[in-house]
């Protein structure tokens, strides 16, 4: 019984957001209009072309049967540390290489594929799911923080934080699914057209979730107005990633922006994790999973980061 309340209670006050942000768009329609327009100009001009190619070259590679005999040379360093095979390997560098959501895309396909297990899969998402370097050095660091070497410290701090955090989830034990679905996909099964619109639907699904917390941020920003610019741009961050590390920037204490951007570009924001909840429906990971994941990886990225900052001044 108070498991029902509980979940009705939330549905509840979910139901009043939803209402409130429906509410203003109807009050406002050219207004949001504007934002969710942004929100896809967004992910048209600055994630679409980033990540749609290495979604598609990373799933040819998946199928090709290339990738296991490469991965093969980690398989004692991948099971020793994470407990899982040796593929989380080639998940992990495509990830650090190309940033949300690659890494929890090639990981569904390779579950998909029936090359790893559910266990794998969830076990992969605590340290194959990171943000890379075009975002961090490139537009983090060098665009919002005017610091190419803060970007460089927080990349660094990001990464080790990522291998940290899939260590203490390598006994994690979950349930099988019922009547698991693989699809024992290989490379002659797929012809280029099935590629091109698997990639295709993977990063529209993410512009959707862009657009739409484009929209959610918007409608919160006369409730986070409430609070300091520092805590309003740490909560804002919470929820998207990128608006988060923008009104951070604007804060004039150099090591607070470095500190608070390593948090949330680690934890990733509630839009990365949706995006990464729907690229890994294969493999159903538990939400309260994938949240505790990342909030763990934020938490040892941020150590890592005052350590850093204490050896190293800004």
Not at 40 to 64: C, D, Q
Not at 175 to 186: L, P, S, T, V
Not at 204 to 222: C, E
Request: proline letters at 4%; hydrophobic letters at 50%.
């Amino acid at each position: 019984m108070q498991k029902s309340r509980k979940i009705t209670f939330l549905n509840y006050i979910l139901s009043i957001f939803v209402i409130y942000i429906l509410v203003n768009m109807i009050l406002f329609p050219s207004f949001y209009l504007q934002t969710t327009l942004n929100g896809i100009t967004a992910w048209a001009f600055n994630v679409l072309p980033a990540i749609l190619p290495f979604i598609f070259f990373t799933k040819i590679l998946s199928l090709s049967g290339v990738v296991e005999k490469f991965s093969s040379f980690f398989s004692k360093p991948t099971k020793f540390l994470y407990n899982t095979s040796s593929l989380s390997s080639f998940a992990f560098v495509s990830s650090i290489i190309s940033g949300y959501p690659v890494g929890a895309k090639i990981t569904s396909d390779l579950y998909q594929n029936g090359k790893i297990t559910r266990q794998d899969a969830c076990k992969m998402m605590s340290f194959c799911s990171t943000s890379g370097p075009m975002f961090i050095i490139g537009a983090v660091g060098a665009g919002m923080l005017g610091s190419v070497t803060a970007g460089y410290l927080i990349f660094i701090a990001h990464i080790l934080g990522a291998l940290i955090n899939g260590i203490i989830y390598r006994k994690i034990k979950l349930k099988e699914i019922g009547n698991e679905n693989h699809n024992f996909q290989n490379f002659k099964s797929n012809n280029l057209s099935s590629i091109v619109l698997d990639s295709a639907l993977s990063v529209i699904s993410v512009g959707a979730i862009i657009a739409i917390f484009f929209v959610v941020i918007t409608s919160l920003s006369p409730l986070l107005s409430m609070f300091s610019p520092a805590t309003s741009a740490f909560l804002g961050g919470i929820i998207e990633i990128t608006k988060g590390c923008l009104d951070i920037s604007a804060l004039s204490n150099l090591p607070l922006k470095v500190i608070l951007s390593t948090f949330i570009i680690s934890f990733g924001g509630i839009s990365t994790l949706f995006q990464c909840a729907s690229l890994t429906n294969s493999f159903k990971p538990p939400i309260g999973l994938l949240i505790l994941q990342k909030l763990t990886h934020a938490i040892f990225s941020t150590i890592i980061i005052f350590i850093i900052l204490f050896i190293f001044s800004l």
